[in-house]
């Protein structure tokens, strides 16, 4: 199993996130690697009132969406992109 470290990750949020958080991005430190779930988990206890937006949302690395299974290390940005909608 790999060895965890804490990292410094640069988030940046979309949509109702954005919105709900009043704010595109924000620097917090991460043990990695982590999973998706993971990550979703602990931004959502930081912000507790957009807990269920959190948990809808998705995480993307790199211009994809990760895994949800994959084990994420090795980056300094992260976008979180949570639901939306289309007309």
């Known amino acids: 199993m790999p060895e965890s470290k804490l990292r410094t990750v640069h988030i940046r949020y979309?949509?109702?996130l954005k919105e709900a958080l009043r704010t595109a991005d924000?620097?917090?430190?991460?043990t990695l690697p982590m999973?998706?779930?993971e990550i979703l988990e602990?931004?959502?206890s930081l912000h507790p009132a957009q807990r269920p937006i959190f948990m809808s949302s998705r995480v993307?690395?790199?211009d994809g969406y990760v895994p949800s299974e994959r084990g994420l290390d090795?980056?300094?940005?992260?976008d979180i992109?949570?639901?939306v909608?289309?007309?």
Not at 26 to 30: A, R, S
Not at 74 to 78: A, K, Q, R, T
Request: proline residues 4%.
């Open 81 to 83: 992109i949570s639901p």
């Open 26 to 30: 924000e620097t917090v430190v991460l």
């Open 35 to 37: 999973r998706e779930s």
């Open 74 to 78: 090795g980056f300094e940005s992260l």
């Open 42 to 44: 602990y931004l959502a």
């Open 14 to 16: 979309y949509a109702q």
């Open 60 to 62: 993307a690395l790199d």
């Open 85 to 87: 909608s289309g007309g």
